[in-house]
């Protein structure tokens, strides 16, 4: 087939291996020399410049070529004297050295007007004659010149008796009275190795960049679609639609990935719409069974918290109807008990409303700052009345203000329920504790009363609505069971903790609230 995948991987992975194949034989059969030769002679050419520089410095100061050499039978040798600082050395000794330990470079130069010469080679004398033949144009056979400037000429030659070639560079400074001979083995074991593998360095890493980029297109050019269409199939087996192949391939895969993302929107959509159906039913479901559940509950609630005032009034209206109370004293009890029993069923008609609210979150707290121990304070205040008819001893010793972020008026409510809840229950000492402490971020406020304990399987069920510890005595002071509900529903709109726990000689009810940055100004 023309687009078969299988063919186009045979004939792009033959053609690259055999590309990169001949690449390689090409370039180490031309170039590998070449190269070889040319680093060579960058060394013998930056040798040159080097030695020129400083013999045109020695000029300028007036310095003999020979200046810091030691002299022997008429030519002047280079020799570091034993322990000399190599800091104080000359540069052109240093220079001298450097290129023949680094590079192997034997050195000859001899300066005509001075009549001396500087030898830094195991054959200095032969260099020299070496030199001359050379300047007096007696190369004889067996070079090439590889090449030649104004000032020097750089030639390779075959010498019979070492049978090595070697690379000489010989001429004049640009002084014009130095001549100078430099000779460099070609074929020198360790210089060739270093070379080598630099130039095969260079065309390995070439090669393997071009490769691999080439190899990377390619493949993924190839085995992307693939990799496309079975992310497509792992999603579509999870449900998961939204995946869609993007290619513009007309070969088997392209055919196949255009077959799956028609297959996936007809999916989809059918799918979409039996959850969109499912989802609406199940929540049609939950609601019902919601609405049902707080039916039952809020009628049997309401209907039993509200059997006993119903009765009283209706009882005490039948025996004002049948004129059972002829005197004012007997008809104003009867009217007090009517009202105060309507007063009652008025105030849990409005906490009821007030926890709906609250538990369907239509009455979400209004976050301001505010001084916890003024609101307290002012709490207490609004109770002295109840205060003093209950006989009981508050106990409320503040270090200053203290300031949160809460809904002031729903944390007013909580802090009025604690302290009803704790003058009906007090007994005992009949002391009513409060504190307002600052602990790191948050500030805990708590309500403790003497009196009887709660048992301890009673207190997780005192926040539930209607749920009464000691019913009678609910009964005797008016209470609904509600209130701890509703403390419970602002605590939670809030975020912040609650709870309740017995003491050695009562019980203690508890809520934390954020601090402000503002009550840090009154801490020492």
Not at 251 to 267: C, H, R
Request: with cysteine.
């Amino acid at each position: 087939m023309k687009h078969s995948i299988r063919t186009r991987i045979t004939l792009v992975f033959a053609g690259m291996m055999a590309l990169m194949l001949l690449i390689t034989w090409f370039v180490n059969s031309q170039f590998l020399e070449s190269f070889y030769i040319s680093e060579k002679v960058k060394t013998l050419e930056r040798g040159y410049q080097e030695i020129d520089l400083i013999l045109e410095e020695q000029h300028e100061k007036g310095e003999s070529m020979t200046e810091g050499f030691v002299t022997d039978d008429n030519y002047t040798y280079w020799a570091q004297p034993y322990g000399a600082d190599t800091a104080e050395e000359g540069e052109l000794p240093k220079t001298l050295r450097k290129l023949s330990e680094e590079s192997n470079t034997s050195i000859v130069m001899v300066n005509n007007m001075e009549g001396s010469a500087v030898m830094f080679a195991p054959r200095g004398e032969f260099m020299e004659q070496q030199m001359q033949r050379y300047l007096l144009g007696q190369s004889g056979k067996g070079y090439e010149t590889i090449r030649e400037t104004e000032n020097y000429t750089i030639e390779k030659r075959y010498d019979r008796i070492s049978k090595n070639y070697y690379l000489e560079c010989w001429g004049f400074f640009s002084d014009n009275e130095t001549a100078f001979l430099m000779s460099m083995p070609v074929a020198g074991i360790q210089d060739s190795v270093r070379l080598s593998s630099r130039f095969l360095l260079y065309v390995g890493t070439s090669v393997l960049i071009i490769g691999s980029i080439l190899m990377l297109v390619l493949t993924r050019r190839i085995t992307s679609p693939i990799l496309s269409l079975s992310r497509i199939s792992e999603k579509m087996s999870e449900l998961d639609f939204d995946a869609r192949y993007t290619g513009d391939a007309k070969d088997e895969v392209g055919i196949l990935g255009n077959n799956m993302n028609l297959l996936s929107e007809k999916l989809k959509e059918t799918i979409g719409e039996l959850k969109s159906a499912n989802n609406e039913l199940q929540r049609d479901i939950r609601k019902k069974e919601q609405i049902d559940e707080m039916r039952k509950e809020f009628i049997a609630n309401v209907s039993h918290e509200l059997k006993t005032p119903i009765a009283l009034i209706q009882g005490y209206a039948e025996g004002l109807t049948e004129g059972m109370a002829e005197e004012k004293e007997n008809r104003d009890y009867y009217c007090e008990v009517i009202m105060d029993e309507a007063n009652k069923m008025n105030k849990m008609v409005q906490q009821l409303l007030t926890l709906n609210a609250l538990e369907f979150g239509s009455d979400g707290p209004s976050m301001e700052q505010f001084d916890i121990v003024e609101l307290i304070q002012g709490v207490l205040s609004s109770a002295q009345i109840l205060i003093g008819q209950k006989q009981a001893e508050i106990i409320f010793e503040p270090d200053g203000p203290l300031y949160v972020w809460a809904d002031e008026f729903k944390i007013e409510e909580v802090i009025t329920n604690y302290i009803s809840n704790a003058l009906n229950h007090l007994d005992g000492a009949r002391i009513i504790r409060i504190q307002a402490v600052k602990e790191e971020k948050e500030v805990r406020i708590s309500v403790a009363n003497t009196g009887d304990h709660i048992p301890e399987e009673d207190l997780p069920k005192i926040w539930s609505k209607f749920y009464k510890v000691d019913k009678a005595r609910t009964r005797e002071y008016g209470g609904s069971g509600i209130g701890l509900s509703i403390v419970k529903a602002i605590m939670e709109a809030h975020g912040k903790e609650y709870g309740a726990y017995n003491t050695p000689d009562g019980v203690e009810f508890y809520i934390t609230l954020d601090c402000s940055a503002v009550s840090r100004r009154y801490e020492n």
